[in-house]
């Protein structure tokens, strides 16, 4: 597609539950961020993908966060027992390559509500 | 590790004035610098960036920042602002060996007609 997308825009879930967030990138973009960003505040770094490797995974709070690469394309980042601290907008970005220096193109993002 | 700071939560001013929006960082190495936008409702969005060279980098919608490496400083400026810059902005570094890419919790401009 055109730019990067994130799916779902919403998602509204129960404290306890599993979910996943999935982020399709830039076709040919083959480095992969997700960021969270909490209300009044700047996203936050989670992980860093450079094709189908986690890079930088130092930013994941918890155990309860993972996020996946499989064919170098589309991301999905997963969350366990979804805990109402969770609830933030998720950011997925994508750029062209390792050595870029640095310019990001960011999806709409997918809001997370838990109750 | 790298850090930024935006120490202003808003700014305010009229529309036609200068505007600055400031930016201070952190890195062990050489940075390399980026500020974006978001309008509401919608994803981040590039305005410039400094990687090395000229302090003074020109970006998209008239901006601009300058690069003090004295002052571990990269503001953002604009000569004359419009109502349609009213948005959050965002100052990020990144250290030259490093792919991770740090934000600041931002800045919100608003342009008063």
């Known amino acids: 597609g055109a730019g990067v997308s994130q799916t779902p825009s919403n998602k509204v879930t129960e404290k306890g539950k599993y979910v996943e967030l999935r982020c399709d990138p830039i076709?040919?973009?083959?480095?992969l961020y997700w960021y969270r960003q909490s209300l009044g505040q700047g996203p936050e770094f989670l992980i860093y993908f450079q094709g189908t490797g986690a890079a930088d995974d130092s930013g994941l709070p918890n155990d309860r966060f993972f996020a996946v690469r499989p064919e170098g394309s589309v991301s999905t980042l997963k969350i366990q027992r979804t805990e109402r601290g969770d609830s933030a907008v998720y950011l997925c970005a994508s750029s062209l390559r390792r050595s870029n220096t640095g310019e990001l193109f960011f999806g709409e993002g997918s809001r997370l509500t838990v109750l | 590790a790298q850090s930024v700071a935006q120490p202003e939560d808003q700014v305010n001013v009229a529309e036609g004035n200068p505007l600055t929006v400031k930016c201070t960082y952190s890195?062990?190495?050489?940075?390399?610098l980026f500020w974006y936008v978001q309008y509401p409702n919608r994803g981040l969005q590039f305005l410039l960036k400094y990687i090395t060279g000229d302090n003074l980098v020109k970006g998209s919608y008239g901006f601009e920042a300058e690069f003090n490496k004295s002052q571990t400083s990269f503001h953002l400026k604009k000569p004359s602002a419009l109502v349609s810059d009213s948005a959050l902005y965002f100052c990020a570094v990144r250290d030259y060996r490093d792919d991770k890419i740090i934000f600041g919790k931002g800045t919100r401009l608003h342009i008063l007609p």
């Open positions: 076709s040919g973009h083959t480095a």
């Open positions: 890195v062990s190495g050489n940075p390399y």
